[in-house]
C-alpha cells in the first residue's frame, strides 16, 4: 500500500515538473520584428498593429500599455496564435519564441507551445471559465491533458495550484463552481491555470480592469511573485499605468498599433519622451479624487481604416507642428535605453 503510494507520489512529481526547455543563452524569450495585424472586414482594412518590435527576456516584466483600441489585445493574441485569420492577416513580421518563428512553425507544433510555453490571462475571469464544471476539475484537466497524470493525482496537483495563488481552504473548494468564487478569487483560478504547466511566457492581458483597486493590487502582487518563483518572462497589459508602475521593468506604450515609446520604468514615470505618454501619466486616476481620471488628452484615437498621414497622434497633441503632419517619426533613442517616436522627444523629456 505505501510502496505503491510512493510509487504513485514519485511519478505525480515527476510529470508535474516541466520538461527541460531550451532557453537561449542570452535569456531571449520572445522577438517580435516589425509585426503587422490588419483585420480585412466588409467595410474595408483596419490597420490594427503597424510594425510592432519588442523583446523580453527570461525573469523580465514588459508592461504594455495604450488607450483602448491602441492594439494591446491584438499583439498578444497574435503572440498566442489565437486570432481568427480571418478577417486577421499577419501581412510582415516575425514572433521568434526561443529562436523559433512562431508564424511560420507547423501549426500543430505550434499548438503544443500554447501552455506550456507561452500563455495567457484574459480580463474577463467569468466568461474564460467553464460554468458547468468545478474549478479543482477544470485545473485538473490540464495535467490530464498535458501531463498525463491520473485523476486523484490531477486533483492534487489542481490543489497544490490553487494554493499556491492563496486560494483560502483550497481543499475543500476544488469543488465549488466559478460563480461560487469572488472575482478576485476567479482571477487567481485563471492564473493558476496559465501557470499549470510552467510557461517561459506568461502573457496578462487587463487582468485586474475587472477588479476594485485592493484587489487589484493584490492580484499584481502575486503575478509578481509568481513571475520571480518561475522566472517567466511577464508581459503585462493594461491601459492603467498606475496598475503596473510597481510591477513592471520596461514599458511599452502603444498607439495606434505602433509603439511609440519604450524605456525603463523609472526614467519614463520621472520624464516621458512622447506626448502621448505625458498625457496617460498625467490621466493616472489619482487616490485623493476616487474614481476620477484627468482627462488630459483631448480627442479619440484614429480610426485604423483611416490613420492620420504623419504622426497617428498629431490631431491630439498640443505640440504638433507641420513636419509632424508630413513625415511620421520612426522609434528612435533618445538617450542609452530610452526609445521615442516623436519628433520633438528631446524637447518633451527636457520639459
Ligand atoms: N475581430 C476584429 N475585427 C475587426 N477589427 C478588429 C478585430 N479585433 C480587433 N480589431 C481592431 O483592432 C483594434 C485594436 O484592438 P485591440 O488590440 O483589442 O485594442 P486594445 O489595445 O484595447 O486591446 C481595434 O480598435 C479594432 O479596430
Ligand atoms: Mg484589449
Known amino acids: 500500500m505505501s510502496e505503491t503510494m510512493t510509487t504513485t507520489t514519485t511519478r505525480a512529481a515527476k510529470k508535474a515538473v516541466p520538461e527541460s526547455r531550451y532557453v537561449p543563452e542570452d535569456g531571449l524569450l520572445l522577438d517580435v520584428e516589425d ?14 498593429i503597424n510594425g510592432v518590435s519588442f523583446q523580453l527576456r527570461q525573469g523580465e516584466t514588459l ?4 488607450e483602448s483600441g491602441s492594439g494591446k489585445s491584438v499583439t498578444a493574441q497574435a503572440i498566442m496564435g489565437i486570432l481568427d485569420m480571418p478577417p486577421a492577416v499577419i501581412p510582415e513580421g516575425k514572433i521568434r519564441y526561443c529562436g523559433q518563428d512562431l508564424l511560420t512553425m ?11 510555453e507561452i500563455s495567457m490571462i484574459f480580463q474577463d475571469a467569468l466568461s474564460s471559465l467553464n460554468p458547468v464544471f468545478p474549478v479543482g476539475w477544470q485545473i485538473a484537466e490540464m495535467f490530464r491533458q498535458h501531463r498525463e497524470l491520473n485523476k486523484s493525482d490531477a486533483m492534487n496537483e489542481a490543489v497544490r495550484l490553487m494554493e499556491r495563488v492563496q486560494i483560502p481552504a483550497a481543499r475543500e473548494r476544488v469543488k465549488a463552481y466559478p460563480h461560487q468564487f469572488s ?9 493558476a491555470m496559465a501557470i499549470a504547466l510552467d510557461p517561459a511566457v506568461l502573457i496578462a492581458d487587463e487582468p485586474t480592469t475587472a477588479l476594485d483597486v485592493t484587489v487589484q493590487a493584490q492580484i499584481m502582487a502575486l503575478l509578481e511573485e509568481l513571475q520571480e518563483e518561475r522566472k517567466m518572462g511577464l508581459i503585462l ?6 496598475v503596473v508602475a510597481d510591477v513592471a521593468d520596461r514599458i511599452a506604450v502603444m498607439y495606434a498599433g505602433r509603439l511609440v515609446e519604450t524605456a525603463d520604468i523609472l526614467p519614463l514615470y520621472a520624464s516621458p519622451a512622447h506626448p502621448y505618454t505625458r498625457g496617460l501619466l498625467e490621466s493616472i486616476p489619482r487616490l485623493d479624487q476616487k474614481g476620477q481620471t484627468l482627462a488630459a488628452i483631448g480627442g479619440l484615437p484614429p480610426n485604423l481604416m483611416r490613420i492620420p498621414q504623419g504622426c497617428a497622434f498629431n490631431p491630439r497633441c498640443r505640440m504638433a507642428q507641420d513636419i509632424c503632419r508630413q513625415d511620421r517619426p520612426e ?21
Open 35 to 48: 509585426l503587422h495585424v490588419e483585420f480585412h472586414t466588409a467595410d474595408g482594412i483596419a490597420k490594427a
Open 63 to 66: 508592461a504594455i500599455l495604450g
Open 237 to 242: 497589459i493594461t491601459h492603467d499605468l498606475g
Open 331 to 351: 522609434l528612435r533613442e533618445i538617450v542609452s535605453g530610452r526609445f521615442s517616436a516623436c519628433h520633438f522627444a528631446e524637447e518633451v523629456i527636457d520639459a
Open 106 to 116: 507547423d501549426p500543430e507544433v505550434r499548438r503544443k507551445t500554447r501552455g506550456p
Open 183 to 191: 472575482g478576485g478569487m476567479r482571477q487567481r483560478i485563471m492564473i
